[in-house]
């Protein structure tokens, strides 16, 4: 996955996952207010789950991941 890095001082802490209308999955710190149209997938869990589930939901839905490209 790539993307802007989380804001300093989140590394380590949970996160969730959100995702959007079209499929598209965000990792997200739990201390940050989810922004309005992403609802959550999955967590609260460690950024290392939450990858996890990223890549599970990938691998599951690949033309999903293939738009994101």
Partial sequence: MTGRPLPDGT???DC???VNTLG???LWPVALDT???WPLAYGPASRARCLDF??????????AA???A
Avoid: C
Wanted: hydrophobic share 40%; glycine share 8%.
């Fill in 35 to 37: 922004p309005a149209g």
């Fill in 54 to 63: 990223i890549d599970r939901a990938s691998s599951r839905h690949p033309a």
């Fill in 24 to 26: 598209r999955h965000s």
């Fill in 16 to 18: 969730v996952v959100l």
């Fill in 11 to 13: 590394a380590g802490r």
């Fill in 66 to 68: 293939a738009t994101a």
